[in-house]
């Protein structure tokens, strides 16, 4: 399918100011704070409630916020958030306006979790801290009016691959696990659309500079909590939606990844948006098909016969 319009123009209005063309040019911070202040932009949804609070664990205290919507059911799901960004960027403030939106979506309690960020804090700090923030949840299901059987893990692209590999570290403990353009191998760099749709927002020399910021060393690409698709095992996990885009040069990796899993009886649905690019559905108050992938998120988590077991 042709470049969606919307799409098209928002790739053109990049051209002069994508805050990836400065990771040679200005400070990091500087450069985080540039990408703090765009997604600032975003429509802020009105939620019930938000609640910050600092999730412990042995090595820091993790940032969290607790968005809680109108009308919910009790007990309700839980969905943990890890936001996009390549390990680099992005915080809290970063993901609110797609918190805000996939609560009320999803008509359940989301988590969103600041994990540490690359490269002031190199592999594993940022899986250590998806890991520890996750039992902290299911330790506390009942304390966020849930239980621990509808607690469910999400996220984008950086933030998809912490989701995947929390999914293989718990396994059917979780509810689902919901990777939107996950990165899930460091090994891919010859697959069709990585080469076909380099420079599609997201470009080859982008993902490769993440690399160097998140790893110590090039050996740990070969670690599954690098690349899960490299995990020896895939039984036993939550049932899963895989979400890709048209073009992306992700796609590719996030579909075999979906293929993987699917092949060890894994329930996946793998669902590619047209027409479309990586991170649209942080975008979704331009680009159309993110609130449309928003609101399949939600129809999939309200719909499960699982909640109220």
């Not at 993987?260 to 159309?288: D, P, Q, W, Y």
Request: hydrophobic share 40%; proline share 6%.
């Amino acid at each position: 399918m042709p470049l969606d319009p919307t799409v098209k123009n928002f790739l053109n209005s990049l051209k002069s100011e994508n805050p990836f063309d400065l990771i040679d040019k200005k400070p990091l911070s500087e450069i985080r704070s540039i990408i703090r202040n765009i997604s600032a932009s975003a429509p802020k949804e009105e939620v019930y409630k938000i609640e910050n609070i600092k999730i412990p664990s042995e090595e820091i205290s993790i940032p969290a916020r607790i968005y809680t919507p109108k009308d919910i059911k009790e007990p309700t799901p839980v969905l943990i958030y890890f936001h996009g960004g390549g390990f680099v960027f992005g915080d809290i403030e970063f993901a609110d306006p797609l918190c805000r939106a996939l609560a009320n979506a999803c008509s359940c309690k989301v988590v969103s979790i600041e994990y540490r960020l690359a490269p002031e804090y190199k592999f594993p700090a940022a899986v250590i801290d998806a890991i520890n923030s996750t039992k902290w949840v299911l330790d506390n299901a009942e304390k966020l009016s849930s239980n621990n059987k509808l607690v469910a893990v999400a996220g984008c692209s950086a933030g998809g691959n912490l989701a995947a590999v929390t999914a293989l570290h718990f396994r059917n403990k979780l509810l689902y696990q919901i990777l939107a353009y996950p990165v899930v191998s460091a090994l891919d760099v010859f697959s069709r659309s990585y080469i076909e749709y380099d420079g599609y927002f997201l470009t080859n020399k982008l993902m490769k500079w993440f690399y160097q910021q998140y790893l110590n060393d090039q050996k740990e690409i070969l670690d599954w909590r690098v690349s899960p698709i490299l995990s020896e095992n895939f039984e036993n996990l939550p049932e899963t939606l895989i979400i890709t885009a048209e073009y992306d040069p992700l796609r590719d990796q996030a579909e075999a990844y979906a293929s993987k899993l699917s092949e060890s009886r894994v329930s996946v649905i793998n669902v590619r948006f047209a027409g479309t690019i990586h991170g649209f559905i942080e975008s979704f108050h331009i680009i159309k098909q993110g609130r449309v992938a928003i609101n399949f998120i939600g129809s999939l988590i309200k719909s499960t016969s699982k909640i109220g077991d």
